[in-house]
């Protein structure tokens, strides 16, 4: 198993690996401590919160003094093996969330975890730190040994109850007393109490069952010239932050690790964006995986049963609408960083980019599907939605992708977004035969268009700035190349990437811009950005350069190939909520671009020298 003993690597890099089971997901330490849990779903309560207050946080931890830990996934699967050995005795923590496709296609996931025990040699002795603290741990937790479970409750202000199973001695394990490991054994910690107690034999095929499920799922991906375990472990995270009740994806599966420590950009991230998600749903269908953009189209959908009600930019998995936002004042937060929120309150901003973001799935998807597409005509009925708010509303001020709570401005990507709704409308209605529409259409696209080239290009800085009238630089108009909006080898493109690199670049990484916001200029890179520039980079045609910074920012990830939102730029440490959805449909998109040439263009990009 790869990797250095964890002993030798300090706990500060949000080593972390996750496991799911697309209801909820639990986050593992790399010395096997469960640290982040909520059940039953991903924006529940917690019942381990021990990344966010170490003394009240509650956590799963199993101990095993003087011997050496390694970490890897199980490979093409979501089961994560913590792997322990001092020599005489070795043995291995192997975590999963059950989950498999039952004799009628619908998939079994249960709230629950389990962490299968297999000795590998002679007979480890293992304590247990079993230690739940329910409801974000605002109220005292009381745990009792039953004569078949575990069982901790809560009942203060709210009721609730964890079950905790196990083969292993009950008493002992409530007392954190020494366990002697001489067969293969189990935990299973449950939202419900179980009908049938389990076994060994049971969780053993739960086990075998969970890993072909994964394996099925991650051969569907395409193989690369290059980066394809990056590629599959990142498809694999996207899958694992995907909510199958309602199609959701989630932004990230934790709340509050903050942006920059000690400070106070700590967000709850257990939501569903509109521009992230349709983002990880166009980068997973075009490796493949088209279910899950059809499930995430249908959540659309549902949300907006009236023809003219507006998509806010985010919501709840369960497609809640208000999501308002509280401070845990008892909780420590992150390293002290402190506030711990749940609810996000920029459900209630404007952002005009949206509309583009999401047209550019439902076309990718009547590309694919044509008219035999799920749900044709609600989402042509949805096309014709956005066509109509997008004219009324593109020339006005809004947030911006970045969110900013106090300034509204006329943000240049938001305005590409636009004429990327207007533009994808129109190639939609070409397809299913609409030809008097596309062409309406399409007439407003070139106008949006022309606005754009006209008030966002800035001739003194040689750029599209990060507004109209701007002299300030953003690494969200890099992306007006991957919506087509502008060709990579265009004079402003690559006058634009050129900029870019010169003032937003620091060692390698990129600020998402420079000018001072709601709270000040940032200490760490937003991880997303470097890779836009990275594949722009190498689009513009410097190659070489592109591929040494891809290698080098791979290098940034954390021991299991994870990133997070935001990367320190003096200490390189992981920082922001994690996993990031964001960051690793980045990552996918920037591997296939750095590694899916066509023959003519790598004899072209041989020859060439760097722009």
């Not at 003087?66 to 291995?92: H, V």
């Not at 496709?101 to 996931?109: K, P, S, W």
């Not at 088209?290 to 023809?307: C, G, N, T």
Request: charge should be negative; include cysteine.
């Amino acid at each position: 198993m790869g990797g250095r003993p964890a002993k030798d690597i300090p706990m500060n890099n949000l080593d972390y690996g996750m496991i799911g089971n697309c209801r909820s997901g639990a986050l593992v330490s790399r010395t096997g401590s469960i640290d982040w849990c909520c059940l039953p779903e991903f924006d529940s309560s917690s019942v381990f919160a021990n990344l966010l207050d170490k003394k009240i946080g509650g956590r799963f931890a199993i101990l095993a003094d003087g011997y050496s830990i390694a970490q890897e996934y199980l490979e093409d699967t979501s089961i994560l093996i913590t792997a322990f050995d001092d020599g005489a005795n070795a043995f291995e923590i192997r975590d999963f969330m059950p989950r498999y496709l039952r004799e009628d296609g619908t998939a079994h996931a249960p709230p629950e975890i389990v962490r299968y025990i297999k000795v590998l040699k002679g007979r480890p002795v293992i304590r247990v730190d079993y230690d739940p603290r329910l409801e974000y741990a605002l109220n005292p937790t009381a745990t009792h040994v039953k004569q078949d479970f575990i069982v901790s409750l809560t009942d203060t202000v709210k009721f609730d109850t964890l079950f905790l199973y196990s083969s292993f001695d009950l008493a002992d394990i409530a007392a954190g007393n020494p366990i002697t490991v001489s067969a293969d054994g189990f935990f299973l910690v449950g939202y419900n109490e179980k009908i049938f107690r389990p076994t060994t034999e049971r969780i053993r095929l739960e086990f075998e069952r969970t890993k072909v499920y994964w394996m099925n799922w991650s051969d569907m991906t395409p193989v690369y010239q290059k980066y394809n375990a990056q590629i599959r472990r990142s498809a694999i995270t996207l899958k694992l932050l995907s909510y199958e009740k309602t199609g959701a994806i989630l932004a990230a599966a934790t709340t509050s690790l903050p942006e920059t420590l000690g400070e106070v950009r700590n967000w709850d991230y257990r939501f569903c964006w509109v521009r992230d998600a349709s983002m990880v749903i166009k980068v997973l269908s075009t490796l493949g995986h088209k279910q899950m953009a059809q499930s995430y189209l249908q959540f659309i959908v549902d949300l907006i049963p009236d023809k003219d009600e507006k998509l806010q930019i985010m919501y709840g998995i369960n497609k809640e609408k208000i999501l308002t936002e509280e401070i845990l004042g008892h909780l420590s937060g992150y390293e002290g960083s402190a506030p711990v929120r749940i609810g996000n309150a920029a459900y209630t901003q404007k952002q005009n980019d949206i509309y583009g973001i999401l047209m550019d799935v439902i076309h990718q998807q009547f590309t694919y599907f044509n008219t035999a597409i799920v749900n044709g005509e609600d989402l042509w009925n949805i096309t014709k939605g956005i066509v109509w708010v997008v004219s009324q509303h593109w020339q006005e001020l809004d947030k911006g992708i970045w969110e900013l709570r106090t300034e509204s401005r006329h943000f240049t990507f938001s305005k590409v977004l636009c004429w990327t709704a207007i533009d994808r409308a129109a190639k939609v209605a070409i397809i299913l035969g609409k030809t008097a529409k596309a062409q309406k259409w399409q007439e407003l696209a070139d106008a949006i268009k022309v606005e754009i080239h006209d008030r966002a290009w800035n001739e003194q800085v040689g750029a599209f700035t990060q507004s109209y009238g701007s002299t300030d630089l953003d690494a969200s108009v890099l992306l007006m190349e991957t919506y087509g909006f502008i060709g990579a080898r265009e004079d402003r493109f690559v006058s634009t990437v050129r900029a870019i690199g010169r003032e937003l670049s620091n060692d390698g990484l990129l600020y998402r811009y420079k000018n001072r916001d709601d709270f000040g200029l940032p200490s760490s890179s937003f991880t997303i950005c470097t890779f836009w520039y990275i594949n722009s980079l190498y689009k513009i045609g410097n190659r070489k350069s592109a591929e040494s910074q891809f290698e080098k920012l791979l290098g940034y990830a954390n021991h299991l190939g994870l990133f997070s939102e935001d990367i320190d730029f003096s200490t390189k440490r992981l920082l922001g909520n994690f996993p990031q959805a964001y960051s690793h449909l980045a990552l996918v998109e920037t591997a296939i671009t750095l590694s899916s040439l066509a023959p003519e263009e790598e004899v072209l990009g041989a020859l060439e020298q760097d722009i």
